[in-house]
Each structure stands twice: as structure tokens, then as C-alpha cells.
């Protein structure tokens, strides 16, 4: 316990030093730790499948039907969540929401039948979807734009290991009772909303990001998180703008003139705001690539551990070690990424985030076809984990690079209308992997094997697009910077 304990302190000590003081530090723990309470949940539900079924007399259908229903409702409602993002306390309206996911899980721990599991998952749904829209919010306003693909690498961390926590700790727990596993939820929950409430409210448009107070060398944004100098006609110079912004300033890009916003764009209604962000071409094209890394990954989650039992002709304890073995390479991946952006754009190349978030996308279908084909676990599982860093590290570049070409009023209905479309790509993907293996390639190892490579065509035709996004991602950086006005 001793060794535990200072194991704790040294890593949180490098924590905040590499945030840069304690302030970021806790920041970044809270959020991550709203979108690891997330996943871990997920995660508990899967685990207790089998417990479920036998104490509620209910089949594989009602249990599909259940996770189903959540995420569409989740997915919906976070729409009114984005409006919520743009206009009230975020602090105060999540930690609101995280308390009752407390609420939702203990009522999930005490149902008695289907119906009244179903009612809780619903509440449950409903308090979720403010996660998505009200944490990139606050980080685009509590981290410079020099930071930001950094700093979601860390926060995503948090939904990596939530999810890891749900099938090894409270997966276990749910073996001996399910109702023990969704109680012990309860409790993180709580106290992450006395956290949320805690935290500062961060001024809007970026311009109350925390200063940095011991960041390493290399980790040093130029303006230590305050607004940047500017100088007599510098659009900038209304508002906080990030790195890239700047740097598209520096270069001369044109913004696009039909794309200028005229009013005070917090008062935009849900749907002219939606049909403003889908309108830039970039921002559509980070959507259908994120929606396409989410669904791979979530097709990997339901049929990974099937397909690499009779693949690779292990045991389940081996495979699950082998999932362990994934989910290093996929935070690795998720720190990397971020950072990897952050760095290119320091150094003055403005499409860096892009362009990692392409090249990542390009090798995780590289990386997994050699996987998928080979029957050899030893020879497979250097390109599994390698494929697995790729797959996650496009995600943080992609989040930070979204910030750069919105106008800071539209963070929390941009990222409302993203998290509706990759919900409902996540919630697609077990019934269309399934279908594919059974009804096209005849189930079994072989099924899977071929509906994992057939799979793999989504995510080429999203490195594709984000290959061509280097076009476009300049010229709307430069629209988003002029909307600083």
C-alpha cells in the first residue's frame, strides 16, 4: 500500500507538471473522469450480460434492445445539450448531470424487471449526453489553441481506461452481482459532480484559458495560455484566437465571404447553427472521420475477443490479455496523436493536425490487414497494438483541429451535432457487423474474419477525405479566425 500510495504521488506530481501546475491538472482529471464514468458503464453493461438475463429472465435481444435505446436516446438529446453548452454555466449544468448519473445507476442497481431497467437506462441516456458538448466547450475555453490536441489526449485517456475499469474491475464484480457492479458506479459519480461544481467557469471565446506554470520546454505554448499580442487590424485582436488562427492570419488565407456570420450567433436557433457548421467543408469531413474510427472501434469492442479466440486458438483469459495489450497501445496512441498535432502546428505547419489525423487513419487499415489475415497470435500482435495506437491517435488532433474552425458561440452545437452523428455510427455498427458475418460471409471465424477487413473500407475512404481536408481546413481556419471580428 506504501508503494501504491507514492506510486500515486509520483504520477500525479509528473501530472501536473506536465500540464502545467494544479490548477490544468484538475481540470483535466474531472473531465476525463465525466467520459471514463461513461465508458465504464458502458463497458459494466456488456460484462453483466449474462447476469442480467438470468436474474431478469430476459434474452440477447432485449439486452441489445436495452444498450441500443440508451445510445439513441443519449445521441438525441445531446442536441438541446449543445444549445445549453453555448449559453449557460457549464460547470454548474454538468456536475448537475453527472449527479444524476448517480441517480440512474443506483435506480439500474435496484430494478426489478426490464421495464424498470429500461426506464432507468433511459434517465440514465438523457444524462449523458451532456458530456459531449459541454466538455469541448470548456476545454476550448480553459486550454489555448497551442495545447488543445495535447490536452484531449489526456481527457480521451479518461474514456480508455473508464472502458478498461468496466470489463476487468466492475465486470468481475457484476460475476457475483450485477446490482453491486452499477452501485459501485454510483459512487465516483457523486463526487465527480462536487468537483464539477467546483471548478472555475472559464470566460467565453477562449479568452479565460488557464495560464500554464511549469510546462516542460517543448510543451511551452508562446502565449502561456493568455490572449495574444496583436497589432491595429489584426481580426485576432476582438478575441482569443488559437495558434492556428493566427498562423492563417500570419499567411494572408482569405476567409470564405459566404460563410460570415451576421448577428450574435449565440442566439442562432438548433437549426440554422446546424446548418452553419455542416456547411464547412472541413468540419463535415472531421465528422464522417470520426464517426468512421468510432464505429470500427466499436464493431471491435462487441466481436474482438470472439474473433481472436478462434482466429489466434486461444483462451479467453489469453484473449483478454490481449485486450489489455490493446488498450496500452490505444492510450499510447491517444497521447501521441494530440501531441504529435500540437507539435507541427508549433512549428508553423498549419494542416499538421490534419495531416496526423490522416496518416493515422491511413496505417490503422494498413496495420490490421496483415492481423486480420495471419493465424499466428506472436506474429499478429505487434500489428494489433500498432494498429490500435493509430486507430485511437487520430481522435485528439481531430478534436483540437473541429476547435480551430468553429467560432468559439457554436463549440457547444458543433460538437452536439458531431456526437448525434457518431452515436448513431457506433449504434450501427454491432447489428451491421453481425449482419455482414452471418448473412454475407456465413459466420464463424471466416465471417468475422472478412466483415473485420470489409470494415476496413470506411476507415480508407476517411483517410482518403482527411488527405484531401489539407485543401480546405486552411481557408475555414481563416473564416473561423474573421468571425473574431
Request: glycine share 10%; aromatic share 8%; hydrophobic share 50%.
Amino acid at each position: 500500500m506504501s508503494a501504491g500510495e507514492r506510486a500515486v504521488a509520483s504520477g500525479r506530481g509528473h501530472l501536473t507538471t506536465a500540464l502545467g501546475g494544479a490548477t490544468r491538472a484538475r481540470v483535466v482529471l474531472v473531465l476525463a473522469g465525466v467520459l471514463g464514468l461513461s465508458s465504464a458503464d458502458v463497458a459494466t453493461v456488456g460484462a453483466s450480460a449474462t447476469e442480467l438475463r438470468h436474474s431478469l429472465a430476459i434474452s440477447n435481444t432485449d439486452l441489445g434492445f436495452l444498450v441500443t435505446v440508451t445510445s439513441l436516446v443519449a445521441a438525441v438529446t445531446t442536441l438541446p445539450f449543445g444549445v445549453l453548452a453555448d449559453r449557460v454555466r457549464r460547470t454548474w449544468t454538468l456536475g448537475a448531470m453527472v449527479a444524476c448519473w448517480g441517480a440512474a445507476m443506483i435506480w439500474s442497481a435496484t430494478a426489478v424487471s426490464f421495464g424498470g431497467l429500461l426506464l432507468a437506462r433511459l434517465f440514465l441516456g438523457v444524462a449523458t449526453a451532456a458530456a459531449g458538448p459541454m466538455i469541448a466547450s470548456l476545454i476550448g475555453d480553459y486550454f489555448p489553441g497551442s495545447e488543445r490536441g495535447r490536452v484531449y489526449g489526456y481527457i480521451l485517456t479518461g474514456d480508455l481506461l473508464g472502458a478498461g475499469f468496466g470489463f476487468a474491475v466492475t465486470g468481475d464484480i457484476a460475476a457475483l452481482s450485477w446490482r453491486a457492479a452499477f452501485a459501485l458506479l454510483a459512487l465516483p459519480a457523486f463526487g465527480l459532480a462536487w468537483a464539477l461544481v467546483r471548478l472555475p467557469e472559464p470566460a467565453r471565446g477562449g479568452l479565460g484559458a488557464l495560464p500554464a506554470e511549469n510546462l516542460p520546454a517543448d510543451g511551452v505554448p508562446a502565449d502561456n495560455g493568455q490572449p495574444p499580442r496583436t497589432e491595429p487590424g489584426d481580426p485576432a485582436a476582438a478575441g482569443a484566437a488559437t495558434d492556428a488562427q493566427r498562423l492563417a492570419y500570419d499567411k494572408g488565407l482569405t476567409p470564405d465571404p459566404e460563410r460570415r456570420l451576421d448577428g450574435d450567433p449565440t442566439r442562432m436557433s438548433l437549426l440554422a447553427a446546424a446548418r452553419y457548421v455542416l456547411r464547412i467543408r472541413t468540419n463535415l469531413v472531421l465528422i464522417i472521420a470520426s464517426a468512421c474510427g468510432y464505429y470500427f472501434m466499436a464493431g471491435v469492442e462487441i466481436f474482438g475477443t470472439e474473433f481472436t479466440r478462434q482466429q489466434y486458438h486461444i483462451s479467453q483469459a489469453v484473449a483478454n490479455l490481449g485486450l489489455v495489450a490493446l488498450g496500452a497501445g490505444a492510450v499510447a496512441g491517444v497521447l501521441a496523436g494530440g501531441a504529435a498535432g500540437d507539435a507541427l502546428l508549433r512549428r508553423r505547419h498549419l494542416n499538421g493536425r490534419v495531416l496526423i489525423a490522416a496518416a493515422a487513419a491511413a496505417g490503422t487499415v494498413v496495420l490490421f490487414i496483415p492481423a486480420i489475415f495471419t493465424r499466428d497470435l506472436i506474429a499478429a500482435l505487434p500489428y494489433l497494438i500498432a494498429a490500435a495506437f493509430c486507430l485511437s491517435a487520430q481522435n485528439p488532433p481531430i478534436d483540437a483541429a473541429r476547435l480551430d474552425i468553429m467560432p468559439p458561440p457554436l463549440w457547444g452545437r458543433a460538437e452536439s451535432i458531431r456526437t448525434l452523428l457518431r452515436s448513431l455510427a457506433q449504434s450501427l455498427a454491432p447489428l451491421l457487423f453481425g449482419a455482414v458475418a452471418d448473412h454475407v460471409f456465413g459466420g464463424g471465424r471466416a465471417g468475422l474474419q472478412w466483415t473485420f477487413a470489409v470494415m476496413l473500407i470506411p476507415l480508407a475512404a476517411s483517410a482518403a477525405l482527411l488527405f484531401h481536408a489539407r485543401r480546405t481546413y486552411p481557408a475555414d481556419v481563416a473564416t473561423a479566425q474573421y468571425q473574431l471580428r
